[in-house]
Structures are given as C-alpha cells and as structure tokens.
C-alpha cells in the first residue's frame, strides 16, 4: 500500500487536507513513522521495517511513536 491510499489527505476529492505545509510536513511525517516503526507488516513476519533494518528490537506503540516525535 502506498502513503496515498493510508492517508486520505492526498485523495483528491476529500476534505481532510491540511491547511498549511507545515501541518501537511508534520502529517507526512508522523505517519511514515508510524509506517516504519509501530505497524506490523506481513509479507515482514509480523517485524516492521525499523525491526528488519536493526534500528529497534521492538514494535513501538503509538504513545512511543509521538513522546518521541516532540522531542
């Protein structure tokens, strides 16, 4: 699946948008870290890629994900 049909932020007819880049910026971001670090993948084994690249020993849940995304 592809960042396009997770995020209804970049369908066209739809009125989840972002108002400004930086939001939008922020969005993009948040959600390819929760891609790569706290969803499970299938054709993976049930690892997510962070898992299979060797940057954690764990799947990380959504309150790791944004107590890490303010910092």
């Known amino acids: 699946m592809s960042v396009r049909m997770h995020n209804r932020r970049f369908t066209r007819l739809t009125n989840a948008h972002s108002r400004s880049l930086d939001h939008h910026a922020a969005m993009v971001s948040l959600f390819v870290a929760f891609y790569n670090f706290a969803r499970k993948h299938e054709t993976l084994?049930?690892?997510t890629?962070?898992?299979v690249a060797g940057l954690t020993d764990h799947v990380w849940t959504?309150?790791?994900?944004?107590?890490r995304a303010v910092l």
Do not use: N
């Not at 959504?62 to 107590?67: A, D, G, Q, T, V």
């Open 49 to 51: 890629p962070a898992m």
């Open 62 to 67: 959504i309150r790791e994900l944004l107590e």
């Open 45 to 47: 084994k049930g690892k």
